[in-house]
């Protein structure tokens, strides 16, 4: 069985000065006020245009993401990949609206296909669907209202978007994700994605779907999709995840006044994300799984299940994958092993990654547990280094 308590291995591709920047970061976003200012001042420098990148580029920018362009991400990927720990680039330019913005995004995303085919040590690409059209256009459409000829033609252009990636994956044989997001967008999202599926998924699955299991529907539309899948003779790629926007979810709910989306407790989601896994094992003939996780039991889970499955370490059909300056231990003691392990290594400019930024420091305080797991490590593994050293 697969064991996470090696922080020799986790953190053998971190050299002392960098353990000690990581344990130095984390301390500081260990504070909940701390963070709260500093995400508040970070939101504000944005508004006002203040420059923040002397400060955010060599410390927390330069621990959660590879570089500002492809090119300097590399260093990164070809590091990881020396301990069989690949990367997937994620250009991590949210929430844009702009045509000329939207059709940067396209052009870079275009760009990381590309060069995922020529390098092995990237087996994935990814794109967040609302860098790809107006959300208020894919918000109408996923409430059942009617658009209006403009934004029937906007949420066309968006259809194009999406087949124009998919069909350059497939050409090129990259398996592509497609990012899931807020609850109010997601359902024309998934219906795009599932015709991606069905029309590029003939032989094995290059394009990917997300399935946030924090929702509470997610299980009944994971059946309903493999039953698709199986009538319309494809197969299903699936990112599984947790769901990063449980807080906003619900106060949106309340505000707006329909049921939650999201499952009533943890314990719920924990259940609904390793029964999901189960499901999928079980269903590997026609599943290709991507378990998008921190957490140990749920990754742990999926090796287990390899195993009874019969299914070997480093089947395509079965991929590991942590963030990028989060959960070593996890993803460089599962590639130790020999198991599948991607890490998301998200990139872009400073200022354009900044609300990325401020979602993981918020995510380690408030998600119980992650930053004193992270510290914890960091310092057994300060301490392992410094007695080893005094022998
Ligand atoms: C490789 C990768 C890709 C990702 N891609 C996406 C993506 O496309 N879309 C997306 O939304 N997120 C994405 N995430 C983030 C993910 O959804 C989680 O927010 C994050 O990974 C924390 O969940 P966990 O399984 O790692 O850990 P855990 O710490 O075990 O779980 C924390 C999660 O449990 C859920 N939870 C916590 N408390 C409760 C509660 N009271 N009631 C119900 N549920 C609760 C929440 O989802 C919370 O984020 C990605 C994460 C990874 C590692």
């Not at 290059?206 to 698709?228: K, S």
Request: charged content about 30%.
């Amino acid at each position: 069985m697969v064991s996470f308590e090696s922080t020799e291995i986790a953190f053998r591709v971190k050299s002392d000065r960098d353990l000690n920047k990581a344990y130095w970061l984390f301390r500081v976003i260990s504070r909940p006020a701390i963070v709260k200012i500093g995400g508040s001042l970070a939101r504000f420098a944005l508004k006002i245009h203040f420059p923040i990148n002397w400060i955010v580029k060599p410390t927390i920018y330069n621990h959660f993401c590879g570089g500002e362009t492809i090119g300097e991400c590399l260093p990164t990927v070809q590091k990881l990949s020396k301990f069989n720990v690949k990367s997937i680039l994620d250009y991590s330019v949210e929430g844009k609206e702009d045509p000329v913005e939207i059709q940067a995004a396209l052009d870079e995303t275009l760009r990381t296909i590309d060069n995922a085919a020529k390098q092995s040590s990237i087996p994935f690409t990814v794109f967040k669907p609302t860098a790809f059209a107006v959300s208020k256009v894919l918000e109408k459409k996923s409430e059942g209202k009617s658009l209006t000829p403009e934004e029937n033609q906007e949420y066309e252009k968006f259809i194009n978007r999406v087949d124009t990636h998919c069909k350059k994956a497939f050409e090129l044989n990259v398996p592509i994700m497609v990012d899931a997001e807020h609850f109010c967008v997601q359902e024309c999202i998934d219906q795009v994605v599932m015709e991606m599926m069905e029309k590029y998924n003939r032989k094995k699955a290059i394009v990917y779907n997300t399935y946030q299991m924090y929702r509470h529907d997610r299980m009944d539309v994971f059946r309903r999709d493999l039953d698709t899948a199986r009538k319309k003779d494809f197969y299903l790629g699936i990112k599984f995840v947790r769901g990063a926007y449980m807080e906003k979810e619900r106060e949106r709910a309340a505000k707006l006044g329909y049921p939650s989306p999201i499952q009533p407790d943890k314990e719920s989601t924990d259940r609904a994300y390793d029964g999901a896994l189960k499901y999928a094992v079980e269903n590997i003939d026609r599943v290709s799984i991507f378990n998008g996780t921190h957490n140990e039991k749920s990754s742990l889970l999926l090796s287990q299940l390899m195993e009874e499955h019969g299914i070997r370490k480093d089947d395509f059909r079965c991929y590991f994958s942590q963030l990028y300056g989060m959960s070593d231990h996890i993803s460089f003691n599962l590639a130790n092993e020999g198991y599948n392990v991607a890490k998301y290594l998200p990139y872009g400019p400073v200022r354009s990654v900044l609300p990325y930024l401020i979602r993981r420091t918020e995510e380690n305080t408030s998600i119980a547990g992650q930053t004193g797991r992270e510290m914890r490590l960091i310092t057994m593994e300060r301490k392992r280094r410094k007695s080893q050293k005094s022998i």
